[in-house]
């Protein structure tokens, strides 16, 4: 139906309403009165009159392309009250209904890197309540184009002196992978054979939002990262066992009104593929995300074990064995959050973060024993199967409040965890004789069932308060708590008379209690010559203790125990910065931190890996105090920066990896956790990042570093000293093709590094990827890993009773593809224009905000 004849009939419709109400139209002008009484009548009856519209295209006044995005704002003609607007769409139209049909307005479109645009427009019944007012035209600021792109060039890396931030979404290599991918990629993080990731040689804090979490990095999809913030030398406002630093991962969210989300499917070799769908819908009062993904994949990888047993420089004999190793992993991640916004300064966050996976391994081992002159003396094989599961609940309850002093706030933080897990290993061992037959007691077989469960609380309150512009005052508390427990029942089986035996030295069932309270203070504010200072203090109460329930045997550790232990509760950080211009700042942190011992470490029980090596947890390893101290220089220039970090850790009783010889069999190396005397590493560590012809970014990162190391005293055997140089070095290169494609190289590089009793073996690999965007809704994007099938891990161990080789890689070369499908719609009143469908026509219109 024509809108200018609904508009009369409604008209109409309040004449006779009136008239049968003895009013009619006002008497005494005839027909010349009639449209100023009818403007009368309008505005009287105003609120169920929002009938009016006005609409069009905003283009690029140099190239006629459409803006997306824009901003469109319509306000009334003499005053800044807000009647209506939103965002241009991807063809550059904008509607702003629901208007007053009558009256004068300002409209004002703006945009970033555009002159703001400002037009009047009157609404005059009836001929022109629903007006197009064609193609507006928006002129571009030169002056912020330039400052625009500087941001952009800057946006992929960026540095300053207290923490590193790697946005993800510049990553094409990562879409579809997981965030253990992503770290790969960054700049000083190095991840090892056994997907653990580490900063200047030490294992970092994975945080998520600026929590802890249980999640490890292959559990977290790389596509709900919006970016990594590598943090080297964590203030006291984060936990104290932060030792190696924090990256702390922070998930995407929808900041925009209106609705948004993505599907992205991925496919490649070795039998890989996976999907993700997400969405965002956002209106007052609320902001509602769901998520869900999934992962599979194959990995055949090849390794081996060379092994010398000395005695005193003779050769006793050798041994050799060979890897074929298959995995086969399938991974789920689903989320939901919601935040209601209570009002403009107080939020409430309740989220849920579910994780199940299961893990499937076959290890088949060739083996060989031969004599001093290299004769084989026996052999044979073994196969190592394994199947693992797990599924993981995170529950967070979280209220943040604001202040109107710019800055202040107060957020609560209540957390609960709970995982549960199992698995199915079986080691069937065939020893042989030099002519292939079974040697007695062969075949040798050996099951291990086991099942686990935990649940974790965690309580956080922290509280900001900028008291001056320039100082700020920063308190908080936190308690930890977490229960875990695990059943391992081990056997070994008979050929000779059909039966299972229990292995009493490899069963085991533990519970482990582990307790952390948590209080802080920091201060900071600005001295003489304009010098930045930030002095806290952190008190952390720590309690550890191990159950071994089917032995009768506990450990425990408690700081501090007494007044005399207090300073191993205490951990103070200093940091100063100074600025010289707009370019260049100078800083210097220095904190005191602490290590305890994680449960793989503690544990004493065995973990066999092959016929030549077991490993096992120490129950008394102690805590390890580490002091960390840092002195970073940043050079900001037109296009890019230049940062220099040079830093030295002192550890005391450092917990470290040891191999000696069993005292049951010489031949064979038990590998565990010792508290050596001390440990001395210091580098100096360059990241430069240069914008090329606008279309080539290099970031590469140098970092070369001195180690010492004292493993201590273990089984009678003498300490030993390790020290040497080392370094690595990264290199990422992003070139933007035509057709809206980009091409992404990453190169990284690890020399031989000093471990004790030996060397870890050089590392190196590079990976290409190339991504193509379509109408920014479409990406797609081709991967290579590995291109040269190269990245291989592993260790060299040398001492006056055996030497050593060990190569081992997580995963082989792969070619993955994938296609992601972005969808969206920023509309600030999706919900209540359906209702007003339904029969409220008072949305969006009179002075509200309503858009």
């Not at 995005?69 to 139209?93: C, P, Q, Y």
């Not at 930045?532 to 089917?550: I, T, V």
């Not at 066999?608 to 805590?623: A, E, H, Q, T, V």
Request: hydrophobic fraction near 35%; proline fraction near 3%.
């Amino acid at each position: 139906m024509n809108k200018h004849f609904l508009y009369i009939i409604i008209l109409f419709s309040v004449y006779f309403s009136k008239a049968q109400m003895g009013g009619g139209w006002p008497s005494g002008g005839g027909n010349s009165g009639s449209m100023g009484d009818m403007s009368k009548l309008i505005k009287g009856g105003g609120k169920n009159l929002n009938i009016a519209r006005m609409y069009g295209k905003i283009l690029d006044a140099k190239t006629n392309k459409p803006v997306e995005f824009a901003s469109v704002a319509l306000f009334w003609f003499n005053k800044d009250s807000l009647i209506g607007g939103g965002m241009t769409k991807e063809n550059g139209d904008f509607a702003i209904e629901n208007l007053p049909p009558y009256g004068g307005y300002r409209l004002k479109v703006s945009f970033i890197g555009y002159k703001n645009f400002e037009t009047k427009v009157y609404i005059v019944p009836p001929n022109k309540i629903d007006q197009d007012l064609g193609d507006l035209k928006l002129e571009q600021d030169e002056k912020m184009l330039k400052e625009v792109e500087v941001t952009t060039e800057k946006a992929a890396f960026v540095m300053s002196v207290d923490r590193k931030i790697y946005n993800v979404d510049k990553d094409i290599s990562v879409r579809g992978g997981t965030a253990l991918d992503i770290m790969k990629n960054i700049p000083t993080i190095t991840v090892d054979g056994e997907g653990n990731a580490t900063l200047r040689e030490s294992t970092v804090q994975i945080y998520v939002d600026g929590r802890p979490t249980t999640l490890t990095l292959q559990q977290i999809p790389a596509d709900q990262i919006d970016r990594v913030e590598v943090i080297s030398n964590p203030s006291v406002k984060f936990a104290a066992n932060t030792t190696g630093g924090i990256l702390n991962i922070v998930l995407k969210k929808n900041s925009k009104p209106g609705y948004n989300g993505m599907l992205m499917g991925n496919i490649g070799t070795s039998d890989r593929y996976g999907g993700m769908g997400t969405i965002s819908v956002k209106e007052q009062p609320f902001n509602v995300s769901l998520m869900y993904t999934y992962n599979s994949q194959m990995n055949y990888n090849t390794g081996f074990t060379k092994r010398t047993d000395l005695y005193k420089g003779t050769v006793l004999d050798y041994f050799n064995q060979d890897n074929l190793t298959t995995m086969a992993n399938h991974f789920q991640f689903g989320r939901i959050g919601i935040d209601y916004f209570i009002n403009n300064r107080n939020t409430i966050t309740i989220s849920e973060n579910i994780v199940a996976g299961n893990f499937n391994t076959s290890d088949v081992q060739n083996f060989d024993f031969l004599d001093k002159n290299s004769a084989k003396v026996n052999g044979g094989f073994r196969i190592n199967n394994s199947q693992s599961w797990f599924q993981n609940y995170t529950s967070q309850l979280l209220y943040k409040k604001t202040f109107p002093k710019v800055g202040k706030e107060l957020t609560v933080d209540v957390n609960h965890n709970y995982g549960v897990g199992g698995n199915n290993y079986q080691y069937n061992t065939h020893n042989k004789d030099i002519n292939g037959n079974d040697l007695p007691f062969s075949p040798d077989l050996q099951n291990n069932l086991g099942n686990s469960n935990s649940n974790q609380f965690v309580f956080q309150m922290d509280y900001v308060n900028p008291i001056t512009e320039k100082s700020k005052l920063e308190l908080g508390l936190r308690s930890f708590y977490k229960n875990s427990l695990n059943d391992n029942y081990t056997t070994n089986y008979s050929y000779a008379t059909s039966s299972n035996t229990k292995d009493t030295i490899l069963s085991n069932k533990y519970i482990i209690d582990d307790v952390v309270n948590a209080a802080y203070i920091n201060y900071s504010n600005y001295t003489f010559w304009n010098i930045g200072y930030m002095a806290g203090l952190r008190f952390e109460q720590s309690f550890f203790k191990g159950n071994l329930a089917d032995k009768n045997k506990t450990f425990q550790y408690i700081y501090p125990g007494d007044l005399n232990t207090i300073q191993n509760s205490l951990f103070p950080a200093i940091f100063l910065t100074k600025k010289f211009g707009s370019k260049h700042e100078v800083q210097f942190n220095i904190s005191r931190k602490i290590d305890r011992p994680n449960f793989f470490q503690a544990m004493p029980f065995v973990m066999f890996s092959d016929k030549k090596n077991y490993r096992i947890g120490n129950p008394l390893l102690k805590p390890e105090f580490i002091n960390i101290v840092e002195i970073n220089y940043n050079n900001m220039f037109e296009k890019g920066n230049w940062l220099v970090s040079a830093y030295g850790r002192y550890s005391e009783q450092p917990i470290t990896n040891i191999a000696y010889q069993s005292a049951f069999d010489s031949t064979v190396l038990v590998n565990t956790f010792v508290n050596g005397q001390n440990s001395i590493r210091y580098g100096l560590e360059n990241t430069i990042r240069r914008t090329f012809f606008k279309k080539l970014t290099a970031t590469a990162n140098f970092d070369v570093f001195y180690v010492y190391l004292t493993s201590g005293i273990i089984n009678n055997q003498p300490s030993t000293v390790s020290q040497g140089w080392s370094y690595k070095g990264k290199l990422n290169l992003s070139y933007s093709l035509p057709w809206q494609m980009t091409l992404q190289i990453n190169g990284n590089y690890e020399a031989p590094k000093v471990i004790i009793n030996g060397t870890g073996r050089e590392q190196y690999f590079m990976d290409i990827s190339l991504s193509k965007m379509v109408s920014t809704k479409w990406v797609f994007n081709l991967n290579v890993s590995d291109v040269f099938n190269t990245k291989f891990m592993g260790t060299h161990l040398a001492t006056d009773y055996y030497t050593q080789d060990l190569s081992r890689r997580r995963e082989m070369r792969y070619v993955k593809f994938s296609v992601t499908y972005l969808f969206g719609k920023i509309d600030v009143s999706i919900f209540k224009r359906r209702n007003q469908k339904g029969g409220n026509p008072n949305m969006g219109g009179g002075d509200g905000l309503d858009f």
